[in-house]
């Protein structure tokens, strides 16, 4: 098997949206990882690995979901929009931000958000070794 690169972040570099008549619709997600990446996963056997930014998708519009991700190199993580709220929402940004800068006396601590924090971990951990190979580049942000 060929080496590739996984590239593992918060958000895919498209959300999917499920629009007013029930279609899901893909678009590009703004910000610089997604512009500055999108020519590395786009290649050969890459990938990219993230949260599509919904959440209580069918199974048949996980599937979807994943056909159309697969087709431009990416592979979903599903999560609730309690994982959201406890571990993005919750943990990142009101422990880890504040931790990392320099505003400790707001930093939160309560151990269903770091529950949740390690929950999510795993599910992104399930997903990366679902798709890695042990010679590929594995590359993580979380922004």
């Known amino acids: 098997m060929s080496k590739k690169t996984i590239i593992v972040s918060n958000r895919l570099p498209v959300t ?12 590009p997600s703004s910000g610089g990882l997604a512009t500055g990446l999108s020519t590395t996963y786009k ?3 890459n990938l990219w690995i993230g ?14 979901i994943e056909k159309e991700l697969k087709n431009d190199n990416m592979a979903p993580v599903y999560l609730t929009k309690t994982d959201v709220n406890k571990f ?7 422990t880890l931000w504040p931790l990392f800068h320099y505003f ?20 992104f951990l399930n997903a990366i070794l679902e798709h890695a190979e ?3 580049t594995i590359w993580v942000h979380d922004y």
Request: proline content about 3%; charged content about 30%; hydrophobic content about 20%.
């Open 16 to 27: 999917v949206n499920k629009d007013g008549d029930g279609t899901l619709s893909f678009r």
């Open 43 to 45: 290649q050969g056997g």
């Open 51 to 64: 949260w599509p930014g919904t959440y209580d998708h069918s199974v048949e519009e996980k599937k979807h």
């Open 88 to 94: 993005y929402e919750g943990y990142s940004n009101k």
């Open 104 to 123: 400790t006396e707001y930093a939160t601590y309560e151990k269903d958000l770091w529950d949740s924090y390690v929950h999510v971990n795993e599910l």
């Open 134 to 136: 042990p010679e590929d």
